[in-house]
């Protein structure tokens, strides 16, 4: 199983960012992808998921409004665009796979390798 990411992004405040995440090894309509980011000295925050099957997303009340979720079944590949970019978005992101089919719940078994996404001026 592998998750590999897009490459790192720089982008001004006001911005917008789309972040790749490319599934192998698994079947990709089984399981959710979920968003991770960690900030500068933080913790890591939950985005927010998408079911690949239908497109079904569930974000974090934090990012409505400005976050999307997409995924493509034809290239296995899961997508997440923030809009609206503000220093505070400076972080890396993170696509994670649960170990548990099609629920929201348990621990991840496979993580992207982070794209780091820088916010200034």
């Known amino acids: 199983v592998q998750l590999v990411q897009s490459g790192a992004e720089l982008r001004n405040p006001g911005a917008s960012v789309k972040v790749s995440c490319k599934a192998s090894g698994y079947t990709f309509t089984s399981y959710y992808i979920d968003w991770v980011r960690q900030a500068p000295g933080q913790g890591l925050e939950w985005m927010g998921r998408?079911?690949?099957?239908?497109?079904?997303?569930k974000y974090a009340q934090k990012f409505q409004g400005r976050v999307t979720f997409t995924a493509d079944t034809s290239t296995t590949t899961a997508y997440v665009e923030l809009s609206s970019l503000r220093s505070e978005d400076t972080a890396v992101y993170y696509c994670?796979?649960?170990?548990?089919?099609?629920?929201?719940?348990?621990?991840?078994?496979?993580w992207g390798q982070g794209t780091q996404v820088t916010v200034s001026l």
């Open positions: 994670a796979k649960r170990t548990a089919p099609l629920t929201g719940w348990g621990s991840y078994d496979y």
């Open positions: 998408i079911d690949p099957v239908d497109g079904h997303t």
